[in-house]
T-cell receptor
């Protein structure tokens, strides 16, 4: 069974731009969670989607948004990028909300 | 607020020794616990999950759970340099709010 895939793997943007990241969960998984990880920091929870509905949201500004499609694929969007948004963005999928999360390889975003 | 705490390390052990990683959590409603390993620049990968009090062994890894003390540990026997990584503890709380919470991680260094 294929794992979680994320595209693109690397991205370079400039301040003020916006970016969209994509996540395809493991086949059959309906829960997708997004995390931000910066150097020296743990995993900061962004949001969780299940059955196309946002179930939980972390303490991030409204510039961070996401959505989930009927095939469980998910996208997250960051508008008006800031230097501090440079990070590894990780997507994790689970078959149910209470099941083990499996991570994708991540998208490394650099904001110049 | 649901929290998972770990010593950030670094924890240094000689090759062949037992590495002991510890984790505490704040909510007695926690049901499931997970250990992930993360190599520098990579995404977290699941090592083990544990749901019941006691020990669970998988190869060189043993997870221990004590719900009364709200304590989870991971023992790595015969540590190898390839075990050098950051180890993340995660707790799955009751199905309200953010239900998958990660600790900050402990950096383990196994010295040849």
């Amino acid at each position: 069974k294929a794992g979680v895939t994320q595209t693109p793997r690397y991205l370079i943007k400039t301040r003020g731009q916006q970016v969209t990241l994509s996540c395809s969960p493991i086949s059959g998984h309906r829960s997708v969670s997004w995390y931000q990880q910066t150097p020296g920091q743990g995993l900061q929870f962004l949001f969780e989607y299940f059955s196309e509905t946002q179930r939980n949201k972390g303490n991030f500004p409204g510039r961070f948004s996401g959505r989930q499609f009927s095939n469980s694929r998910s996208e997250m969007n960051v508008s008006t990028l800031e230097l501090g948004d440079s990070a590894l963005y990780l997507c994790a999928s689970a078959s149910r909300r209470t099941d083990t999360q499996y991570f994708g390889p991540g998208t490394r975003l650099t904001v110049l | 607020q649901k929290e998972v705490e770990q010593n950030s390390g670094p924890l240094s052990v000689p090759e062949g020794a037992i590495a002991s990683l510890n984790c505490t959590y704040s909510d007695r409603g926690s049901q499931s616990f997970f250990w992930y390993r993360q190599y520098s620049g990579k995404s977290p990968e699941l090592i083990m999950s544990i749901y019941s009090n006691g020990d669970k062994e998988d190869g060189r890894f043993t997870a221990q759970l004590n719900k009364a003390s709200q304590y989870v540990s991971l023992l790595i026997r015969d540590s190898q340099p390839s075990d050098s990584a950051t180890y993340l503890c995660a707790a799955q709380f009751d199905n309200y709010g953010q239900n998958f919470v990660f600790g900050p991680g402990t950096r383990l260094s196994v010295l040849p």
